[in-house]
């Protein structure tokens, strides 16, 4: 099974300090990506064929505009589109706005803002909706996508906010999930909609595959939230090619097995083990975040002899 996307974490730095962040982003200084060790992505990119969309995140990529018109804009032999995802602070400069939107459009498959009560601390609205305006012009799509707990705002309230203009832009809402900075918020506050005595353990990563690549040049299996902080890394393209890493993605026993039966096997694993695991999720992403965090799952695959054994 091919991936389709590829997610590009442009740089760990961040204009803003959102006690939600997936991997502590913006609490310190972080890594961006050189000119060079872009180039090196790119041209992996580029061999991989079925790779069609390339999306750029962080931190914050906009801090880094000339960056991100260089993923836009390089040859990579065939049609590819980008999408940014960005708190949209770079919106306050309408002028500057509309030409980095004008000047890429053609190749801007979407602009997805984060918002909601933990970046609107730090970012005022109306640059969000001064860039949905221009990109509503220019015919570019957006999306905003708001994280939420239990008490606070609410996706009812974003959409509020934005007025007329919830009309110009798509919006999409998810509960906060307990990772990175969210694991300081008290366990009482998590939204857990997916029950897994009613639902079945899927990674939601099979819907759209996508890769991540980060400013380490580190490659993981997907764009979760949770990925990062977990043993999931599949390689480094300082030191294999992207392809090649692909290849051991596919035969990995552990991903063949999340990907065509889901966490269900590995759950049955635990069940007999009369070890708990978590069955109130946010998201289903939670489970790789419980299994495979450090190698306590791994070792237990191992003394189980259960591939060996399949």
């Known amino acids: 099974m091919d991936f389709k996307g590829c997610g590009i974490l442009l740089t760990e730095n961040c204009n803003a300090r959102c006690k939600m962040c997936c991997d502590s982003r913006g609490m310190v200084r972080g890594k961006t990506l050189s000119l060079e060790e872009l180039d090196l992505i790119l041209t992996n990119i580029k061999e991989c064929k079925f790779i069609n969309i390339v999306g750029v995140t962080g931190g914050e990529p906009m801090l880094y505009p000339e960056l991100v018109e260089h993923i836009i804009n390089f040859d990579y032999g065939r049609e590819v589109g980008v999408t940014i995802k960005t708190n949209g602070f770079w919106g306050a400069n309408i002028e500057k706005a509309k030409s980095f939107i004008t000047r890429n459009k053609e190749k801007l498959r979407m602009i997805s803002f984060s918002y909601d009560e933990f970046h609107k601390e730090f970012i005022d609205l109306q640059n969000i909706i ?139 694993v635990l069940e007999q083990k009369g070890i708990e695991y978590p069955k109130q999720l946010s998201s289903p992403c939670e489970l790789c975040g419980f299994l495979f965090k450090d190698d306590w799952f791994l070792k237990l695959l191992k003394e189980e002899k259960y591939f060996e054994n399949l």
């Open 130 to 268: 001064n860039i949905i305006d221009i990109a509503d012009d220019l015919e570019v799509s957006t999306e905003i996508v708001g994280c939420f707990l239990k008490d606070g705002m609410q996706p009812g309230d974003v959409v509020n906010e934005l007025g007329e203009y919830a009309y110009k832009t798509k919006f999409a809402y998810q509960p906060v999930i307990n990772t990175g900075s969210a694991e300081l918020f008290p366990e009482s506050q998590f939204i857990k909609l997916f029950n897994l005595n009613k639902h079945e353990g899927r990674c939601i990563g099979l819907l759209d595959r996508t890769l991540l690549i980060n400013a380490k040049l580190e490659v993981y299996p997907c764009c979760s939230q949770v990925i990062e902080n977990t043993l999931l890394l599949m390689g480094n393209l300082r030191e294999e090619k992207l392809t090649e890493i692909l290849e051991s993605i596919n035969y990995n026993k552990i991903l063949h097995k999340i990907y065509t039966e889901g966490f269900t096997p590995f759950l049955q």
